[in-house]
């Protein structure tokens, strides 16, 4: 079970990530912008977005103010940074693909 033990923590993992980046995308597309319109627009709950925000800040991708979240300069280098590892990381999913393998499984 070690391997759909790795596939269902990846998956866990893959599902919060998309989380941090959604709300990310948020902020890069409509900043200043608080919890509350992020919520709504993306129908997480609050604790998760406050929870994605503070992520985010951690990594300094964004910075909070009074008027709500904003991205900081380490932003665009990061986003540059997730596009080229994205496609990497995409690529490898890709090729451990069984039904890549040509062979028939019984």
Same mark, same amino acid.
């Given at each position: 079970?070690?391997?759909?033990?790795?596939?269902?923590?990846?998956?866990?993992?893959?599902?919060?990530?998309?989380?941090?980046?959604?709300?990310?995308?948020?902020?890069?597309?409509?900043?200043?912008?608080?919890?509350?319109?992020?919520?709504?627009?993306?129908?997480?709950?609050?604790?998760?977005?406050?929870?994605?925000?503070?992520?985010?800040?951690?990594?300094? !991708?964004?910075?909070?103010?009074?008027?709500?979240?904003? #991205? #900081?300069?380490? #932003?665009?280098?990061?986003?540059?940074? !997730?596009?080229?590892? #994205?496609?990497?990381?995409?690529?490898?999913?890709?090729?451990?693909? !069984?039904?890549?393998?040509?062979?028939?499984?019984?």
């Amino acid at each position: 079970m070690i391997i759909r033990d790795m596939i269902d923590r990846m998956e866990k993992e893959v599902g919060m990530l998309v989380r941090h980046l959604q709300v990310l995308r948020l902020v890069i597309a409509n900043e200043p912008i608080g919890i509350v319109r992020m919520s709504n627009e993306t129908g997480y709950e609050h604790h998760k977005v406050r929870y994605s925000l503070r992520v985010l800040e951690e990594e300094r !991708l964004i910075e909070p103010t009074s008027q709500g979240a904003r #991205t #900081t300069d380490q #932003t665009g280098g990061f986003v540059d940074e !997730l596009d080229t590892k #994205t496609t990497e990381i995409s690529e490898q999913l890709d090729g451990m693909r !069984l039904e890549n393998t040509g062979e028939s499984v019984q």
